[in-house]
């Protein structure tokens, strides 16, 4: 393994467990924030109860993620110097911005932990909103640095010189809207099946069943809901991709040949020697037509981009149909779950529907993992879009593979110690948080 190959699976590695502790940072704080407005609202001690676990597993993530996210800060300098000196004063102020909120969360989420009747219960629960905007508002400026390398902006580059630098442009760069809401939908969707999931495995095992239902009921609202916007978004996302980094959407789309009527691909095993999918559903047309909104026109195809500039097709093309395929399952998940919600209330009780959330529990953070790996993989070889390739930003520092082997050993380490604690955390349901409503049980 070269430097080159071990700096990029540490970077893998890191950001592939940083987006699961992000996540669930960004989205947990809401749910907790509605169990206890409800609970303000109806004095039912059960909302109490799930406000004081979630809170919990606020807690275990925002640590987590906090321990995770500096490693990534430090990873920038260590892994990438060359890219952190041209690149570090121009998007800088995004990192800058994003240590401001997880430094208001920070307070937030302490006010929030050990203000139960001590601070009054309503500031007690806006406490626990403002982790939540916080929350929110650092992961959008982390994924507007991440924008900007798919779309750089904000200076102008001339004989190898970075000048006319303007920190605002390069963060609110032309991708980072697209970016934001598509990641931070796919966030809501992730998290909301991931913990409407738990519960639901929970009622099915006759645990604590009116505390689980009330969790449910909370996380899968909000699970179900963004599963159904997250293709909307995802539409705006690759019409943006297909604009500023045409040979990413081919790459995805194993898109070899620029032609009138281009097809849509569904599944395939690309074949790099023949310039083919082998296996695939062709829809002819309906890929101009998704960017275009023309049947006719032509989509840019990888063979219009040169060799040496095409992303790693078959990884690309695999991450970016697992994404979409996850999606559309999420996608129906959801539209059951309404139908279940207007015309056909008991199969909240029924073991097949509940079962179905069971299963669902890991798909959105896969898909989030394969939306990462098309993100990151497709724009290469470029670690800024057209202007600094990766192999021309990586360290000249020898050692950097067992930097990786230390890296993957400590990540691998906090998450046996993370499924732990989250596991002990619901064992203990029945007696921490159960207490005031014994018919619960």
Known sequence: ??????????????????????????????????SHLLWLKT??????????????GVAIFFATGAVSGTVLSFELGLLWPEFMKHAGPIFGMPFSLEGT??????IALGFFLYGWDKFNPWFHWLTGVVVGISGIISGILVVAANSWMNSPSGFDYINGQYTNIDPMKAMFNAAWFEQALHMSIAAFAATGLAVAGVHALMIVRKQSVVFHKKAFRIAAVFGVTASILQPFSGDLSARDVAQRQPAKLAAMEAHFKTEPWSPLIIGGVPDMKAKKVNYAIEIPGLLSFMVYDDFKHPVKGLDQVPEKDQPPVPITHYAFQTMVGLGMLMMALGLLYFIALLKKRSWF????????????????FIAVEAGWTVTETGRQPWIIQGIMRTADAVTPM????????????????LSCIVIFMLYRQIKMVPKLYNLSNPAAS
């Open 43 to 56: 004095k039912d001690p059960v909302y109490k109860n799930i406000t004081k676990a979630w809170s919990k």
């Open 398 to 413: 020898p050692g950097i593979t067992y930097s990786f082997y230390l890296f993957t050993t400590v990540y691998l380490s």
């Open 101 to 106: 909120a997880f430094f208001i969360e920070a």
């Open 1 to 34: 393994m070269d430097n080159l190959v071990a700096a990029r699976s540490q970077m893998a590695l890191s950001l592939g467990f940083h987006i699961i502790f992000s996540c669930i940072g960004m989205v947990m704080p809401f749910f907790m924030a509605i």
């Open 349 to 364: 009780d029924a073991n097949w529907f509940l079962k179905l959330f069971t299963w669902a529990t890991p798909i959105g």
